[in-house]
């Protein structure tokens, strides 16, 4: 395993994102003095000289590439064209740059869309590329998997220390709330407490609500990166994810709950679902010694904290 130390040189692309600035507090308190942080504005990581200039002017030893361009059902169905080709842009010149500059270890994080819609459950490692994608997110699915491709093939032709977390659904607080880019924990926050607060008597919702997620606390995510940098090297992908999951129906019932919502909660068979169940087999990781440590009721009562402080009545 490379020699990480507290002085490496580690550059978090896509450091304010939801994910980016778990893994910046994650490093800082463990103590990493040196990490290169670099905002939209300072580089577009869709131009391959802007990332080239960086990485030449930089030259990171560590690179965790968390910066995408993400959102849920209605954000993906929306712009497809720009899910794909952003992404690919990103990955692509973030990728060749850490191969040509020579840096130690990368992470490239994937996302459990990976999978194909009719997977079996809970969805292992091996099930990747062996079925039809979810319609609804698919552009997003396939530059991740193109990108996963492009890091192995890294990895087999020149040699490059890359490795591909696959988590599962991540919410935590500095998700985005605007219903065209959220995830569903941030959605239904939003909903019910709005819901709360203008004293509605119903909250419609997507969906049958029989789809069920496996949701991962950011600040577990973060954990699992810094876990896996240090004990993880492998061409092959790995699942993080916490083994369990819930219905959407369930799930919206919890948060209900949580925020003190108690009026009637519908379901608009009108809308999709998204995939049926994604529920991760973890069973690899866990063997390395890895494991979540935030419940899913502690962490939805983060993400309604966030969002009471963000957006006050």
Known sequence: MPDLSSHSKIYIAGHLGLVGAALTRCFLSNGFDNLLLRTRAEIDLTSREAVWRH????????????AAKVGGIAAN????????????????????????????????????????????????????????????????????????RLAQSLRQQYGLDVICPMPCNVYG?????????????????????????????????????????ELLHVVDLADACLFLLRNYSLPDIINVGTGEDITIHDLAEAIAKIVGYVGKIEMDLTKPDGMPRKLLDVRKLLALGWRHKIGLKEGIRTVVADFEQRYPA
């Not at 990485?55 to 968390?66: G, H, K, N, Q, S």
């Not at 079925?131 to 530059?143: D, F, H, K």
């Not at 500095?174 to 909250?203: N, P, Q, W």
Request: aromatic share 10%; hydrophobic share 40%; with cysteine.
């Open 55 to 66: 990485f030449d002017a930089t030259r990171p030893e560590y690179v965790i590439l968390a």
């Open 173 to 213: 607080p500095g998700d985005h709330f605007e219903f065209e880019r959220s995830h569903v924990i941030s959605a239904l926050v939003r909903r019910f407490v709005e819901a709360k607060r203008g004293k509605a008597t119903r909250v419609t919702l997507w969906g049958t609500g029989g789809a069920r997620r």
């Open 77 to 148: 169905m929306a712009a497809p064209v720009e899910f794909l080709v952003e992404n690919l842009e990103i990955q692509s010149n973030v990728l060749l740059a850490c191969q040509h500059f020579q840096v130690t270890k990368t992470i490239f994080l994937g996302s459990s869309c990976i999978y194909p819609r009719e997977s079996p459950q809970p969805m292992r490692e091996d099930y990747f590329m062996r079925g039809p994608l979810e319609p609804t997110n698919e552009s997003y699915a396939v530059a991740k998997i193109v990108g996963i």
